[in-house]
């Protein structure tokens, strides 16, 4: 079992910042993929961006060169730096983890709570 837990959500105005952080805890894979998602009301969930275990990265068109995702594998630990953020922004955001270059089942795909980041006009 992994536990993941975010952390740094919050209340900011359009085009400031905020930092995200999610701490992974438990039977962690070596070979892993962390990322984040976001979840507006009434939407979809989508990908905003992830990280390989190797450092490989991706993000959606929606954050490129305004997002960065970052991770420090001694703490297991994922950020997503948020940078000139817009109101569109605004979602609950999920961090995920699952195994990497393996195909893998829905219990090793696991999702954090979520953490709420609203962005005002």
């Known amino acids: 079992q992994v536990q993941l837990v975010e952390s740094g959500g919050g209340l900011v105005q359009a085009g400031g910042s905020l930092r995200l952080s999610c701490a992974a805890s438990g039977s962690i894979f070596s070979l892993n993929v962390m990322g984040w998602y976001r979840q507006a009301p009434g939407q979809q969930r989508e990908l905003v961006a992830f990280?390989?275990?190797?450092?490989?990265?991706n993000y959606a068109a929606s954050v490129k060169g305004r997002f960065t995702i970052s991770r420090d594998n001694a703490k297991n630990t994922v950020y997503l730096q948020m940078n000139s953020l817009k109101p569109e922004d605004t979602a609950v955001y999920y961090c995920?983890?699952?195994?990497?270059?393996?195909?893998?089942?829905?219990?090793?795909?696991?999702w954090g709570k979520g953490t709420l980041v609203t962005v005002s006009s």
């Open positions: 990280i390989t275990s190797g450092g490989s990265t």
């Open positions: 995920n983890l699952h195994p990497y270059l393996r195909s893998y089942s829905a219990h090793e795909n696991y």
